[in-house]
């Protein structure tokens, strides 16, 4: 009777669990190894410089307009960007549109590498009441296997015209270290399913892998 129980009890029991283990296994089949990315192309200017900014207007992306890809991906990034440099609470975001830029400049949009008009700076600051402004140029965007991102961004001080902070990066999918640290991204914040444990979505998403590298970037500001 006992060996009948142990029969009908246990061994399905001990099957259960092997058979779980064995799909816990096979889910983390492709662990993220390796080292992470790390940003080279930033500067931050010496000092409490980022105590004395409440709100940084965020002028509306510049690209090559002629670049069709380039243009399709600042669409997809921009409202991205603004979200991740929310996220960090060091002053307040405002944007401008591209239709009241071309009122006050003639132009939707400025790079920072742009000879601006000599009064911009005054106007934008008239306009929005900010401490600063932050130029944003999608550089490189290749929207497939494997993708690219690049961001080229300047914040200046609307009071002293002194650039704050700039950061001119590329982020290719087809590095390890890019890659590695996409995964990583994905599976700390974005949470994918836990019982398929897989990371590598990131590397074929624009909108996620444009998460990454806009929250990379937010990530380099000086601590407030």
Request: net charge neutral.
């Amino acid at each position: 009777m006992q060996k009948r129980w142990f029969i009908y009890f246990f061994i399905p029991l001990c099957l259960v669990f092997c058979g779980g283990c064995h799909h816990m296994r096979e889910s983390l089949t492709d662990p993220v190894t390796g080292p992470d990315f790390v940003l080279k192309n930033v500067y931050s200017e010496p000092g409490p410089w980022i105590m004395t900014l409440h709100r940084v207007t965020v002028l509306p992306m510049a690209c090559d307009e002629a670049d069709t890809v380039k243009v399709t991906g600042k669409t997809t990034l921009e409202p991205i960007l603004l979200m991740e440099l929310s996220k960090m609470r060091h002053f307040e975001c405002v944007t401008i549109s591209e239709e009241t830029m071309k009122k006050l400049s003639n132009r939707p949009n400025w790079s920072s590498t742009d000879r601006l008009p000599r009064d911009l700076m005054e106007l934008v600051a008239k306009e929005t009441g900010s401490d600063a402004v932050l130029f944003v140029e999608l550089t490189q965007y290749r929207p497939y296997a494997p993708m690219v991102i690049g961001w080229n961004l300047k914040l200046v001080d609307l009071r002293t015209q002194k650039m704050l902070w700039a950061v001119d990066e590329t982020f290719d999918a087809g590095e390890r270290t890019v890659a590695s640290s996409a995964r990583r991204f994905q599976m700390e914040r974005q949470q994918p399913n836990p019982v398929l444990a897989e990371s590598r979505q990131i590397l074929s998403s624009p909108r996620l892998f444009g998460q990454y590298t806009a929250h990379a970037i937010a990530e380099t500001l000086p601590p407030k």
